[in-house]
């Protein structure tokens, strides 16, 4: 059986987990007949997306996965939600004005914002991120800060006591990060204890803070606490984030963004 709008195997699943998240729960048959697809296709999804730590699955259907996925190394994420995160990565650059200091943190999403600044003037950019460096680093008006550190190899970024010692010596108008999980009840949160410290480093540089983040990471749970919701201001991230989350987050006081 063929599904619909004859969307591929990417699309289909992108769109499954959608329903799922907006059933509560899903079974096999409901997935099979809602899609026009057969229930051995239906099941090779759930498994997939299962492992993916996307879904979860019990006997005949799968329900919403709270749990965070452990997250790859940045070269293999930079792939992922490539279209949304350039979205989001332009939103979030229209932030910044001419003349900011900014703090820009490590990821995929905010490498797509740091792309986006080339020909702003009068920029100060202070980053913890070696990618962010390296992309910023031919753009004549911008000055960039360089943060010392230990490198986390699998992120690029520089993490640990030096980093946090070079934050007191800085400030940041505006303070944009990427995060692993972000949750109404849960806060943010991320999956690498040691990060942990660093990034509340960043955030009590007390700028305005910025959040970016696909819908992917939105009502997801992982390992270490970093802050609650209301320690931001605003959060810029896609319009397939779940209309109920997104909700929640204005509720608290956060301007969201969502393209």
């Not at 079974?27 to 026009?36: A, K, L, N, W």
């Given at each position: ?41 239906a099941r090779r999804d759930l498994e997939t997306l299962e492992t993916q730590g996307r879904l979860q ?203």
């Open positions: 059986m063929e599904a619909k709008l004859a969307l591929s195997n990417l699309e289909r699943q992108e769109q499954l987990v959608q329903f799922v998240e907006k059933r509560g729960r899903a079974t096999v048959v409901e997935i099979s007949d809602h899609f026009t697809v057969s229930v051995a296709t699955r019990f006997h005949g259907g799968a329900k919403p996965s709270r749990k965070a996925p452990p997250e790859p190394p940045i070269q293999h994420r930079a792939a992922e939600q490539a279209g949304d995160k350039q979205r989001i990565g332009r939103a979030a650059a229209a932030l910044i004005e001419d003349g900011d200091t900014v703090f820009l943190g490590s990821g995929t999403t905010v490498l797509e914002v740091a792309k986006c600044l080339h020909h702003r003037e009068n920029l100060t950019v202070i980053t913890n991120s070696l990618l962010v460096l390296n992309e910023l680093s031919v753009a004549p008006d911008i000055t960039v800060v360089g943060l010392g550190g230990m490198l986390r190899h699998s992120e690029l970024s520089l993490i640990g006591h030096i980093t946090e010692q070079a934050l007191t010596e800085v400030r940041a108008r505006k303070i944009i990060i990427g995060i692993h999980a972000i949750d109404i009840k849960h806060g943010l949160t991320n999956d690498y204890l040691p990060e942990t410290k660093t990034d509340r480093a960043i955030l009590a540089q007390r700028g305005e803070v910025i959040i970016v983040a696909d819908h992917t990471k939105c009502t997801r749970v992982s390992t270490a606490f970093l802050a609650p919701v209301t320690a931001i201001q605003k959060f810029v991230s896609d319009v397939h984030a779940l209309p109920d989350f997104i909700t929640d987050l204005k509720a608290k006081g956060v301007q969201v963004i969502l393209v």
